[in-house]
């Protein structure tokens, strides 16, 4: 699959809107993930308001290509749906789920022709409580990540990340 080798973080975006039958592409992407006992614990939050989109560059001091994002992609962990169906500590299998629903998202976008980056935004109580407080979002659901998405204004350069060193045929020597 070519969009794995060609994905790289896109922070700079033409200011340009993007389809909306790419985001629902995307959001597809984001659905067919893997998923613990395929309890499939996602929900998605799509924002393309500019006055949004500029608020969550302020939530982190990581986040501010979403200045000049089209649109960002929230995935979300619905802790009611995640094996264990609660919201115990130690179910964290979530984490998991979301975070290849979070990949799938960002693979699609290349195939869409568009750029995005993942934030990192669980487990930052600062942020996840100043996205959840804007949007809405209720306590039993946990904003992941933010996917921020646009058509990319530059092309990122690429190289061959494989490492022969790491990697352990049979047992770790
Ligand atoms: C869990 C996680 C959190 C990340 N958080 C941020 C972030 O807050 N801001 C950002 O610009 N990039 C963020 N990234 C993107 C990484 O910086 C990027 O994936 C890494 O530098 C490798 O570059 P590449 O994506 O181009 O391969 C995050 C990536 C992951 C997996």
């Not at 904003?143 to 352990?168: C, E, M, T």
Request: hydrophobic share 45%; net charge neutral.
């Amino acid at each position: 699959m070519s969009a794995i080798f060609e994905r790289r973080s896109v922070r700079s975006f033409l200011p340009k809107s993007v389809e909306p039958d790419k985001i629902e592409r995307l959001l597809r992407a984001g659905f067919e993930a893997p998923s613990a006992h395929n309890r499939r614990p996602w929900e998605f939050v799509v924002i393309s308001a500019r006055k949004d989109l500029d608020a969550i560059a302020e939530m982190s001091p990581y986040a501010k290509m979403c200045t000049e994002a089209a649109a960002a992609i929230i995935p979300c962990a619905n802790l009611s749906l995640s094996l264990g169906g609660n919201a115990a500590p130690e179910d964290t299998w979530w984490i998991q789920d979301l975070a290849a629903a979070t990949e799938n998202i960002l693979l699609q976008i290349v195939e869409e022709g568009l750029g995005g980056v993942w934030l990192g935004w669980y487990p930052d109580k600062a942020r996840i409580d100043a996205l959840s407080s804007r949007f809405g979002i209720p306590s039993y659901i946990v904003p992941f990540s933010v996917i921020a998405l646009g058509y990319p204004a530059k092309s990122a350069p690429k190289a061959d990340r494989f490492n022969a060193s790491r990697v352990h045929y049979g047992a770790w020597d």
